[in-house]
């Protein structure tokens, strides 16, 4: 069920989701593949946002 069912969104939306995928699929073996603590600055890369300058100093998650 839900496989023949189709919806209509926009090619800048797609490539939104699938950027939006790609960086979630990219975090999560970034997370398995580490030993200690991921850095916020790590991950708000990863997601592809900049940290305020408040949370820069705060260290790991």
């Not at 990863?46 to 408040?54: H, N, Q, R, W």
């Amino acid at each position: 069920m839900g496989e023949d069912l189709k919806i209509t969104i926009t090619f800048d939306r797609y490539n939104e989701l699938l950027s939006t995928e790609t960086r979630a699929k990219i975090l999560a073996d970034t997370v398995k593949a580490s030993k200690y603590s991921i850095d916020n600055e790590v991950i708000a890369t990863i997601l592809g946002f900049e940290l305020p300058e408040s949370k820069k100093e705060e260290g790991p998650f």
